[in-house]
C-alpha cells in the first residue's frame, strides 16, 4: 500500500528532508521554529510532524511594517524558487531515466520480435516447398495479427521462407 503523506511534510522521494528548503522557510517564517533550532524543525518534518505555528507565538508577532513587507515577500520568493528548483531539477534527473528505460526496453523488445521473425522465416524454409507454395498464404492468415506485430503478412513470410530455402 502506498504511504499517504501530508502536503506539509516538504519531504523528498527519500524521506529526508532538505536543510537548506528547512532554513528557507525558517528565515520566511520564524514563527514556524517555535523555539526549536533548524535541526530540531528539520527532524519533526522528517518525523511528519506539521510546521504550524502555535497561536501563542502567532499572537505575539510583531506588526509588519511595509519594507518588511517587501522584504518578506521577496524571502518568500526566493524560498518558493528555491524549493521549485530543486523538485524541477528531481522531476527532470527522473524522468531522464525513466526514458533512459524506455528506450532499453523498446529495444529489447525489437531485439525479441526480430528474433521470433527469423525463427518463423526459418521454419517456413523447413516445411515442404511445393506444399508452402500451394498453401503457405492461405494457412498463415488465422495469423495474420500476430504477423502483424511482426511486421509481416502471410505472402512476406512465405515469400521470405522461399528465399531462404534458395
Not at 523528498?12 to 522557510?25: I, P, S, T, Y
Not at 519533526?44 to 515577500?73: D, F, W, Y
Not at 524571502?75 to 530543486?86: A, N, P
Not at 492461405?138 to 511482426?150: I, K, S, Y
Request: with cysteine; glycine share 8%; charged share 30%.
Amino acid at each position: 500500500m502506498r504511504e499517504q503523506r501530508s502536503p506539509n511534510s516538504h519531504r523528498d522521494a527519500a524521506g529526508v528532508v532538505d536543510e537548506r528548503v528547512v532554513r528557507q522557510l525558517l528565515r520566511v517564517n520564524a514563527s514556524l521554529r517555535q523555539g526549536r533550532t533548524t535541526g530540531e524543525v528539520k527532524r519533526a518534518l522528517e518525523r511528519g510532524e506539521p510546521l504550524t505555528p502555535t497561536p501563542a507565538v502567532v499572537a505575539e508577532e510583531p506588526t509588519i511594517h511595509c519594507a518588511a513587507v517587501g522584504l518578506a515577500t521577496e524571502q518568500l520568493g526566493e524560498t518558493i524558487g528555491f524549493f521549485v528548483r530543486g523538485k524541477r531539477q528531481e522531476l527532470d534527473a527522473r524522468l531522464g531515466e525513466i526514458e533512459r528505460r524506455r528506450r532499453a526496453l523498446d529495444e529489447e523488445a525489437r531485439r525479441a520480435r526480430y528474433a521470433v521473425r527469423e525463427q518463423l522465416v526459418a521454419f517456413v524454409a523447413l516445411l515442404d516447398a511445393r506444399q508452402v507454395d500451394l498453401h503457405g498464404a492461405t494457412v498463415w492468415q488465422p495469423h495474420r495479427d500476430f504477423l502483424a506485430e511482426l511486421e509481416l503478412n502471410p505472402a512476406t513470410l512465405v515469400a521470405q521462407g522461399c528465399r531462404r530455402r534458395g
